[in-house]
């Protein structure tokens, strides 16, 4: 059989095994459809946009303003502020940390003004505790990685007193109604020997030392806030670490108390980390389902009940080419629109899991408080809509030929505002992927049956993105990656964190960033259709790496 004759019998394999490819021209094109059934929910579906969280607690909480056209506490409920309590001359909560002789000279308004901030926003303190303050530690060592102290306290019941004192003027000023509404937690990363480890290195003994710094700071916070206090521990899980985590689960579900002698220690979420390594490249350790499944699974070993689960930082962890110090992505996402796909997949994930949040470093073009929208924004902004809402059941009825890619859907009704929505990812990890996708939508929804609804359509590719244009303006007027501190695919580029090099910023600001905040913008499109047999059909072409997104109301 000749060569020719071979190709045209596997493209007639490919007909035959996916029905939904049309050959016109030499052309593929890729039809998928969905079946939606609008009578059949599930389970309430929660805001996994819910947290953000931030290296240090510096000031941008004092006196902060939310940015009035891009407001991300809309959707962001938490704020985690990593480490707040100890670990360097800066973190450490006292007069004079380095004061080795006074261990009680208390200074908390810092972490109380940043509370009062992060309350104005509407949003909730969530208090990363943890790191040991150096003057509670012998020879205190700082981790290479994180330059805060890593070791355990010399003696736990000062340090007990210490978050005592914190809970107590934490109380003193907000009052303990509120501060059981906030969340806790006990250092970050906790079984990563670069944030924690007893000095012996060893890893039973580093895990000895952790589960008795979570029981006496558990017990400092109840004693003072309430029993009820919401607590938990963030672990890096995705990879291992020195210990390993299922031992801490086991020891707050059936484990001695070091505090107390009691059985158990309170714990209501555990989280975790999930990096990928750069856009194209997965992590070599769990996929984003296998870390929150590991979680879960431990704590039904260890008999703990009612648990939320959690992501407390990451997404990619660097870009594919180097800024002049580093190339780790500031805000551990990519400006591309591939980031756009790569969101929607991830909250499908946590959708398909019953994991709970993921919390992002960044959503604007200046972080959290200033800027104009990146695709994270948006896909975050529509993917906060489904919160409330219950699952509606999806099925995949015929899919089109990408290879390695994902074009998947997911579907909720919210019952208090007869609100339908779907979400639709055409996701492929390259961010270079170039095929468009034909998305076709049959969706059974008696609760519409013979009413006229408004389907508003919103779209999140690059007619939504700014990056495109930003990378072509970069080549325009030669602007290096020596012009960038960390990667220069990072879209958070009004920061000097990022853009540090002063004539390139005053290019950016003087010549295109008003561009760039029209390019950002995402025009929905809407229109009113009347509902026969219970039936509504969508279509619609979508981008490489674009999502979409459908709302569907009674009008």
Not at 181 to 205: D, H, I, L
Not at 394 to 400: L, P
Request: charged share 20%; net charge negative; aromatic share 14%.
């Amino acid at each position: 059989m000749s060569v020719i004759t071979n190709f045209f019998c596997y493209l007639l394999s490919l007909i035959l095994a996916f029905p939904g490819i049309v050959f016109t021209g030499g052309d593929i094109i890729n039809n998928y459809s969905f079946k939606i059934d609008a009578s059949q929910v599930g389970e309430e579906l929660p805001n996994v946009v819910s947290n953000v969280n931030v290296w240090e607690m510096g000031t941008q909480f004092i006196n902060p303003t939310a940015n009035e056209k891009y407001n991300i506490f809309e959707f962001v409920e938490y704020v985690q502020l990593m480490q707040c309590t100890g670990g360097n001359a800066t973190r450490d909560l006292f007069e004079d940390p380095m004061n080795f002789d006074v261990l009680d000279d208390y200074k908390f308004d810092r972490l109380i003004d940043n509370c009062k901030g992060i309350l104005t926003l509407g949003a909730k303190p969530h208090l990363k505790l943890g790191s040991v303050p150096l003057k509670y530690s012998s020879n205190a060592v700082k981790g290479a990685d994180f330059d805060t102290n890593i070791y355990p306290p010399d003696d736990y019941n000062v340090y007990y007193d210490y978050i005592a004192a914190i809970a107590q003027a934490l109380v003193d000023e907000f009052g303990a109604e509120e501060v059981l509404t906030w969340r806790f937690g006990v250092m970050t990363e906790y079984e990563n020997e670069q944030w924690f480890k007893a000095p012996g290195g060893m890893s039973g003994e580093t895990a000895v030392a952790y589960c008795k710094l979570y029981d006496y700071t558990v017990a400092a916070l109840q004693e003072v806030i309430g029993e009820d206090v919401f607590v938990g521990a963030h672990s890096m899980t995705v990879t291992e670490g020195l210990w390993d985590e299922e031992s801490f689960i086991l020891h707050c579900g059936k484990g001695v108390n070091y505090k107390t002698g009691e059985r158990g220690t309170r714990i209501c979420f555990l989280a975790g980390s999930f990096y990928d390594s750069t856009p194209g490249e997965y992590t070599s350790g769990y996929d984003l389902p296998g870390t929150i499944k590991c979680l879960q699974s431990a704590a039904k070993d260890a008999g703990l009940e009612d648990l939320i689960f959690g992501i407390d930082e990451g997404k990619i962890l660097c870009g594919n080419t180097s800024g002049e110090i580093s190339d780790q992505l500031n805000t551990r996402t990519v400006g591309y629109t591939y980031q756009a796909a790569y969101d929607a997949r991830l909250y499908k994930q946590l959708f398909d899991t019953n994991g709970d949040y993921f919390s992002a470093w960044g959503y604007l073009s200046n972080g959290l408080l200033d800027g104009y929208p990146t695709v994270s924004y948006h896909v975050a902004d529509y993917i906060s809509d489904f919160a409330g809402s219950k699952r509606v059941l999806v099925e995949k009825q015929d899919e089109g030929l990408i290879y390695n890619g994902e074009v998947e859907a997911v579907s909720a009704y919210d019952e208090s505002t007869g609100t339908l929505r779907i979400m639709a990812y055409n996701f492929k990890n390259k961010v270079n992927y170039k095929k468009d996708v034909d998305l076709s939508f049959e969706i059974n929804a008696p609760q519409f049956n013979g009413k006229n609804v408004k389907v508003t359509a919103y779209v999140v590719d690059d007619d939504a993105n700014f990056f495109d244009e930003w990378v072509e303006d970069r080549k325009t007027y030669g602007i290096g990656n020596d012009c960038f501190d960390w990667s220069p695919e990072d879209p958070q580029i009004e920061s000097y964190v990022t853009l540090n090099d002063q004539w390139a910023r005053d290019i950016y600001f003087t010549q295109l960033r008003d561009k760039y905040e029209q390019c950002a913008q995402l025009e929905p499109k809407s229109e009113t259709v009347t509902v026969n047999n219970s039936t509504i059909t969508l279509s619609s072409d979508l981008a490489p790496n674009g999502v979409l997104f459908y709302e569907i109301t009674q009008a």
